[in-house]
């Protein structure tokens, strides 16, 4: 702990930088991409390598055809990184959250547990497919007409009983082929799920795989447009749609939204 007498040590550096990850480990893409700043580098080095191999004479192949090894890579020095940062850059995970970063403490302040950069849609209304807080209530068809079902505890689920865990409804075999309905609340927005019981017996609010369309209404078809964090806000009559369930809205949009997509390998409005 520095002292009144203590001769205070100045980190120095050129400067601070954000790597964006775009890949995860398994070499699935990042969505959306995770900025995470790097402080007090040192030193920045590319070096971009090509060897050419030439070779003449008959029966020789071209030279454009003889391209010897080629590489590029990026070299950062720093004085401090957070061993959150240099586990996610070398193997693409997170430490656990009590682990602190490696710091030197000159001012007497608390140590830090990490950087965080926050990105933000700003004003569009956003809703999320893959998320599910709370279960409302279970509706199958049945004779033309919906009817509540009930939940139940039994292995052997009955005809309009349901069971309901950690974001999946599991369904009776008496019920493969008709129509259910789940509403559930999501974000603190309620939604309806509206789908044929599959033979699988199950469906998982959680496991969006993509969305088809977005209807207003019966017949106002909106644009789907490509899903950014840093793309304008999209206009009243069009929509964004990530690959993980994220639909959103220009802020002046009203009305009641069909969203048809595939959920857990069912089709799903």
């Known amino acids: 702990m520095p002292t009144p007498t203590t001769t205070q040590s100045v980190p120095y550096s050129a400067g601070n930088a954000f790597v964006t990850l775009i ?20 030193d920045i080095n590319w070096d971009d390598k090509n060897t050419i191999k030439e070779s003449h004479g008959e029966g020789k192949y071209a030279v454009r055809l003889a391209g010897g090894k080629s590489s ?5 020095t720093v004085s401090e990184i957070t061993g959150r940062l240099l586990n996610q850059l070398c193997y693409g995970q997170d430490l656990e959250q009590r682990q602190l970063k490696i710091h030197y403490d000159r001012n007497g302040f608390m140590v830090p547990t990490e950087n965080s950069v926050d990105a933000k849609i700003l004003q569009t209304i956003a809703v999320s497919l893959n998320r599910i807080d709370s279960s409302t209530s279970v509706e199958i068809k049945t004779n033309g007409s919906y009817s509540a079902a009930a939940s139940s505890s039994l292995e052997v689920l009955p005809a309009g009983k349901y069971q309901f865990s950690g974001g999946s409804y599991r369904f009776s075999a008496e019920d493969v082929g ?3 309905k789940v509403t559930y609340v999501s974000n ?4 309806v799920s509206e789908f044929k019981i599959p033979k699988s017996l199950s469906f998982n609010v959680t496991q969006f795989t993509a969305c088809t369309s ?10 789907k447009k490509p899903f950014s964090l840093t793309s304008a806000v999209p206009s009243v009559d069009e929509y964004r749609a990530s690959t993980n369930g994220i639909i959103v809205f220009n802020p002046a949009q ?3 939204m069909t969203v048809a997509h595939k959920t857990d390998g069912v089709s799903v409005s």
Do not use: C, H
């Open 23 to 42: 890949r995860k480990a398994d070499g699935t893409a990042v969505e959306p991409p995770q900025p995470m700043a790097i402080e007090s580098i040192q």
């Open 72 to 76: 590029i890579s990026l070299s950062l």
């Open 178 to 180: 008709k129509f259910a």
């Open 188 to 191: 603190g927005t309620t939604l």
């Open 214 to 223: 977005v209807t207003k209404g019966q017949v106002t078809v909106l644009t």
């Open 254 to 256: 009203t009305g009641v």
